[in-house]
């Protein structure tokens, strides 16, 4: 074949591989809010297994703190409860799904922290929870933060809860313990249920939604020694979206709607203080 002639077919060829690329591929937006402004959908990652905050039903249905704040967020920004698919989303997998794109916002109990915000981008908090202790109901050798030394304590895979214990101050309490692995919350509760470990440590939303389920069987020693900020993670550097997500959460407890949540799903709760007003933002 002539040489001038095959230049011109490689030169179509790679003009209509160009064309097939921008056409067939699924279009990218520069923000979340861009995404749900446009498309009316959004992926939104949430706990599965965290009675009270994010918990799927035997329906397939999700309900929750978290869930609720998420679909208030979402109509905030034009997408409503149809367009909302829930992605199953635990603690150690919560950087990567959202650096992946596998989600495009994530709320599962997800505390605002500055190693973290090396990867993410937060907005929020909207609420802030606070570490607590719980225990089996019938345990009485634990009533105090410095009573669960030599004790065994739930490591939950992702979580950072167990170092504000185990960790030399000014983060942590320097209490020595036995650290006993799980896979997650929901598995720590089990563990604690079934005598393999002694006490779980984290939120106290967290902890207050287990024991309400629990019926009785655990109880929170109501001795909080950290703020753990909430906050909405999404992609490192998507202001747009960070300050949409501030400007909806300030919303969400001018209208009143936010403290009615926080009293609908921890209202029962012996000891909490709930939220009368939006936590202060972090800034984007």
């Not at 011109?8 to 056409?23: D, F, N, P, R």
């Not at 604690?192 to 470990?197: A, D, M, P, R, S």
């Not at 287990?210 to 900020?229: M, N, S």
């Not at 300050?243 to 012996?270: E, P, R």
């Amino acid at each position: 074949m002539h040489p001038r002639r095959v230049g011109v077919l490689v030169t179509v060829a790679a003009l209509t591989a160009g064309l097939s690329a921008c056409g067939g591929g699924e279009k990218t937006y520069s923000s979340v809010v861009e995404k749900a402004k446009e498309t009316k959908k959004l992926v939104i990652g949430v706990k599965v297994d965290q009675p009270a905050l994010g918990l799927k039903k035997p329906d397939g249905t999700m309900e929750g703190f978290d869930v609720d704040v998420a679909r208030y967020i979402a109509k905030e920004l034009g997408v409503p409860e149809s367009g909302i698919t829930w992605k199953e989303t635990i603690s150690k997998n919560r950087e990567p799904f959202i650096q992946q794109g596998q989600v495009d916002l994530v709320l599962a109990t997800y505390s605002i922290l500055p190693e973290r915000k090396e990867k993410v981008t937060f907005g929020g908090p909207y609420v802030v929870a606070h570490q607590d202790i719980m225990v089996r109901g019938d345990d009485t050798s634990i009533t105090k933060v410095d009573d669960i030394k030599g004790k065994r304590i739930c490591q939950a895979s992702g979580s950072n809860s167990y170092k504000r214990i185990t960790d030399p101050p000014p983060n942590g309490r320097a209490i020595e313990t036995q650290l006993v692995p799980a896979g997650s919350y929901g598995e720590c509760m089990e563990r604690l249920k079934g005598k393999t470990l002694d006490a779980v440590t984290t939120d106290d939303l967290i902890l207050a939604g287990f024991a309400g389920q629990g019926g009785g069987t655990f109880k929170i020693l109501g001795d909080p020694f950290t703020d753990e900020k909430y906050g909405v993670g999404m992609k490192k550097g998507d202001t747009a979206t960070c300050n949409a997500v501030n400007a909806a959460i300030a919303k969400m407890y001018q209208d009143g709607t936010g403290q009615t949540l926080a009293k609908k799903w921890f209202g029962s709760a012996q000891g909490l203080t709930l939220p009368t007003a939006a936590p202060p933002a972090e800034g984007c």
